[in-house]
């Protein structure tokens, strides 16, 4: 495809695809590559609406969400951002509360909040890019990239999936980084790891567990790959040519270079302050509004970024031993919501920071929401969702354990 392009720039449209059309009497792949050269990357993926989704029915959906949005305000403290869509129409936003306690600092839909690790989806998605691209393949070791990374047997499939086994970064960078004052980089979590060597936890591929780590390592092999700063490459590749304007990566300038960022408080309205552990980025680091993300849900209806195939792979899970409740993909959480559709979702908590996506590729929907106040009142987002996906007659008395939310946030 390389050497189409630079014809087409000479402006030789002609001869090229006359040579090309000649290759495919000669070549077995010579459909698929076609297919891609004409691939229309913006084409939406249909959905058929149900005649009794309505004008009407969309605005009482609407109204009861915003009725559990303002009673979780007034009984469980809830302070953020929400923003609600149903074959592909938004049925409903919202904003609760304050940006800045301290100022008064009213949130609006353009705020912008810390993804904690709804983050890592977004770090998923530069892999899967690049994979695509032939830049990288899912079973390549970390090795080949960084040749002195101390755990031997380690595959990037492993890292996207949480199956790699490696010690978690936010722990052992407490024991062995100097000087908590001096911000920690990608590159010093690396560094601390080859050096120290702290004890990997399993070995790898044996069963699943949460890795903040390894998405961490996920956006360093981004930057090899792509010879340019994970973030960078963030800001080129995704966040510009979705528009998403008001997304950016963490960095010590990110205040001035973004606008309006919401402040992170914990439980009982207390200001969380950044530390050293905010700079590194992958696993967490990401800034981003409703509307934002809104645009970043709707893209993965398209081709835009990748092929519905490898978006496909990035859904499927991954937990080979006995079956579980909740499955894993590339930076999604998958599991079956309380209409008996399996959805993709993930949550995020980190440094006053609350944070929750949920898609339903049945009937295009999503639930965003972002919150500055880590009071646990996403925890109650199950009510959202029985109005969402309201359950069918023989689901009722399934199983109790239908709230993904705790077990989403309660970890970064």
């Not at 940006?99 to 949130?107: C, I, M, N, S, V």
């Not at 390894?214 to 528009?243: C, H, N, R, T, W």
């Not at 408080?265 to 981003?288: E, N, P, W």
């Not at 195939?309 to 079956?336: N, Q, V």
């Amino acid at each position: 495809m390389a050497f189409l392009r630079s014809y087409f720039l000479k402006g030789c449209l002609a001869a090229t695809l006359a040579s090309f059309f000649l290759l495919s009497c000669q070549e077995s792949n010579t459909d698929n590559l076609l297919s891609d050269f004409f691939l229309d990357r913006d084409t939406p993926e249909t959905i058929e609406v149900p005649a009794s989704f309505t004008e009407d029915s969309a605005r009482l959906l609407g109204h009861q969400v915003d009725s559990i949005f303002k009673v979780l305000q007034k009984k469980r403290g809830f302070n953020g951002t929400v923003l609600v869509t149903k074959y592909d129409k938004v049925i409903y936003k919202g904003a609760f509360g304050y940006a800045d306690f301290g100022r008064k600092d009213t949130l609006t839909t353009e705020t912008a909040f810390q993804l904690a690790s709804v983050s890592k989806q977004f770090t998923a998605m530069a892999v899967m890019m690049l994979q695509e691209q032939g830049e990288l393949s899912y079973e390549d070791s970390v090795q080949q990239y960084i040749p002195d990374f101390p755990y031997k047997g380690i595959t990037i499939r492993q890292l996207l999936t949480h199956r790699s086994g490696l010690p978690n970064y936010t722990y052992f960078s407490d024991k062995l980084w100097p000087d908590r004052k001096e911000p920690i980089t990608n590159q010093d979590v690396l560094n601390l790891m080859v050096l120290h060597q702290p004890k990997i936890h399993y070995k790898p591929d044996t069963h699943f567990e949460y890795s903040n780590t390894g998405y961490s390592v996920l956006a360093s092999i981004v930057e090899k790959v792509a010879d340019m700063p994970f973030e960078v490459y963030m800001q080129k590749y995704i966040f510009k040519p979705l528009d998403m304007k008001n997304t950016f990566m963490y960095s010590k300038d990110f205040m001035v270079l973004s606008g309006k960022i919401a402040t992170g408080y914990t439980m009982g309205k207390r200001k969380r302050s950044h530390d050293y552990l905010d700079s590194v980025l992958g696993d967490k680091g990401m800034y981003s509004t409703i509307e934002d993300l809104h645009k970043w849900d709707q893209a993965l209806y398209t081709q835009k970024l990748v092929k519905w195939k490898t978006l496909e792979e990035a859904f499927a899970g991954s937990r080979t031993e006995k079956k579980k409740a909740e499955d894993y993909g590339f930076g999604w959480r998958i599991r079956e919501i309380e209409s008996g559709d399996t959805a993709v979702y993930h949550g995020g908590l980190w440094h006053g920071f609350n944070t929750y996506l949920l898609r339903n590729k049945k009937d295009h929907s999503s639930l965003i929401v972002l919150s500055n106040l880590t009071n646990g009142s996403l925890n109650y987002l199950k009510d959202v969702r029985k109005v969402l996906y309201p359950a069918q007659p023989k689901q009722l008395t399934a199983s109790k354990n239908t709230n993904p939310d705790k077990t989403a946030t309660a970890r970064l």
